[in-house]
C-alpha cells in the first residue's frame, strides 16, 4: 500500500512518470536509490556505516534497510531505502526544510556538477546566508510558497518566514503572533546546540546538501517539535577536518531562530 | 627613520620597486593605502568606524591614523594607514598568518575577483580545510617555509607545521617537541575561543581574506603569545547575519591546536 507522501516540502517528488519517495502506512518512507550515480549508493553506505553515539543518532532517520519495491513513476520494480517517516506521528504537520552550508558542493565533485551548485548557491541564500529554506508547509492554512521564492529570501525575508512558521494566525500580510517560537523554536535551538557541539569536534563526515528538517504540530501543548538531518547522497569522508561549511551555516540558522526567541523573553 | 619591516611573513612585501609596509623604531607599522581600488579605503574606514567592546579592541591592532610618507618603491609620498607594529615588542618573533574561511570573495566582488580567489581558494588549505597558513617564521633558526608550500598543506601537513611552530627542536625531519605548544597554543586558544563567541553572535562585520596574526618569543617563560585580526581591506557589512564564513574556519583552525594540546594532557 505505497502511496506518495502527503508533506514531502523538498526534493524529488513522485509524479506521474517521475521516480520519488513513497509511504506506508506503517510509518516508513521508500526512497529511491539513484542507480544514475553515486548518490544511492553514497546514502545507503551512509546509513549502514554511521557510527555515532546514541544522542547523536537521534538526529538521523531510522533506517530499515533496502527492499524493491514499485517506483513511483511506473517503470516497474525499484530499490529503495527504507527510512523513518518522519510526518507518519502528525495530523495536520506543519513542516520546514533548511538546506545547511553556503556550499553545497565539494573539490571532488564534476566540474560540471560544482558550476551548477555553484550558479545556485550564488542565486539563492546559501552563499550570503550560509542555508537556504528548501521548502515549508503549514497543513492547517495549507500555506506552501514555492520554493524558488524561499531559496532566495534574503536576511529580512527569511526571518518573516521562520516567524510566519511558528505563527498561528496565518494571513499573508498582517503581523505575525508567533504564539509557537517559544514551544517550537525554543526546543528546535536546544537541540541545535547539542548537533553544533557535535559538529565543532567530529571530523568523520562532511555533509553536503544536508537539510534539518522540522516538524512540528499546531496545536498548543502538543507543539514540541522534532529535528532531524536528512538527505545525505552527498556525504563525504572528513579526513580529520571538522564539516565548517556545515558548521558555519548551522551556526547562522542557530542565529536567526536567537533573533526570533529574544525579543520574548522581556 | 622608516625600513623594511624584518619579520613579515604575509602580504605585499616592499622590494626594490614595489610598493610594501614599512616600520620605523617606535613601533609603528606603516601600511600603504592602495589607491587602485576600493581596498585602500575599506580598510582606512574599518579602523576609523570600528565600534567594539574593549575585549574585542584587543583582537585589533591599534591605529594612528594616516600619514603621508615616502613610499617603499621609491615612488615618492604616498598615504599609509599608522598601525601598531605587532613584532616590534619581540626580539627573535616566531610568526605566523592563517587566512581565515574557506572563501577569500564575497557576492558583491566583481566576477574577475571572484574567478581569481575562488581558483587560489581550491588550490590550497582554505576549501578543504576553512583556513591557509599564508606565512611562517621563527627568528631563531630562521626557519621561514615559503608561502606557496604552506598554502597547499594538507590536513595532515597543517599539523605537523603547526607542531614545528612550538617546537624548540627544529631539525627538518626530526619528531617536533612541542616543548612550547602548552604555553603558546594553550594561550592561543583561550584567545580564538574567545574571539569564536564573538563571531558567533556578531552580525556587524564579515571579514574576507583576513588573517590571524600569533607572535611569540622563543624563550621559556617569555612565550605568551599575542594573537591579533589583520588585514581589513575585503571587509564588508553583516547585515543582520553572521560570518560563517570565518565562524567556520576560525572552528576549524581551533580544531587543529586542541588535536595538539590534547595528547599534551594524558
Known amino acids: 500500500m505505497l ?21 506506508d502506512d506503517s510509518g516508513k518512507f521508500y526512497k529511491p536509490l539513484q542507480n544514475n550515480d553515486a548518490r544511492g549508493s553514497t546514502e545507503l553506505s551512509f546509513y549502514t556505516t554511521l557510527a555515532v553515539t546514541p544522542a547523536i543518532r537521534r538526529f538521523f532517520p531510522d533506517f530499515y534497510g533496502t527492499a524493491v519495491v514499485p517506483a513511483s513513476d511506473g517503470s516497474g520494480p525499484h530499490p529503495h531505502l ?3 517517516d518522519l510526518v507518519s506521528p502528525y495530523a495536520k504537520p506543519s513542516v520546514m526544510d533548511v538546506k ?24 539563492t541564500s546559501s552563499l550570503p546566508l550560509g542555508f ?6 503549514d497543513s492547517i492554512s495549507s500555506w506552501e510558497p514555492s520554493r524558488t521564492f524561499l531559496q532566495k529570501l534574503s536576511a529580512e525575508g527569511v526571518a518573516l518566514l521562520l516567524r510566519k512558521f511558528v505563527s498561528s494566525f496565518n ?16 526546543s528546535v535551538l536546544e537541540r541545535l546546540v547539542e548537533l553544533k557541539a557535535w559538529f565543532e569536534v567530529q571530523t568523520v563526515y562532511h555533509f553536503y546538501s ?3 528538517l522540522v516538524v512540528y504540530e499546531k496545536e498548543k501543548g502538543k507543539a514540541k517539535p522534532v529535528v532531524k538531518l536528512v538527505d545525505f547522497a552527498h556525504v563525504v569522508p572528513g579526513n580529520g577536518v571538522i564539516d565548517h561549511n556545515f558548521l558555519g551555516g548551522l551556526c547562522s540558522f542557530i542565529n536567526f531562530l536567537k533573533d526570533i526567541l529574544q525579543p520574548l523573553h522581556h
Not at 571532488?108 to 542565486?123: G, L, P, T
Request: proline share 3%.
Open 132 to 137: 537556504r529554506i528548501s521548502g515549508v508547509k
Open 82 to 84: 527504507i527510512l523513518e
Open 100 to 123: 545547511i552550508g553556503s556550499r553545497t558542493w565539494n573539490a571532488d565533485d564534476s566540474e560540471e556538477y560544482i558550476a551548477k551548485c555553484m550558479k545556485k548557491d550564488r542565486e
Open 3 to 23: 502511496k506518495v507522501p502527503e508533506h514531502q516540502v523538498a526534493g524529488h517528488k513522485a509524479k506521474k512518470g517521475l521516480l520519488g519517495p513513497l509511504v
Open 171 to 186: 494571513a499573508e500580510d498582517s503581523d505575525r503572533d508567533c504564539d509557537f517560537a517559544a514551544e517550537v523554536f525554543g
Open 210 to 212: 544536508c537539510s534539518v
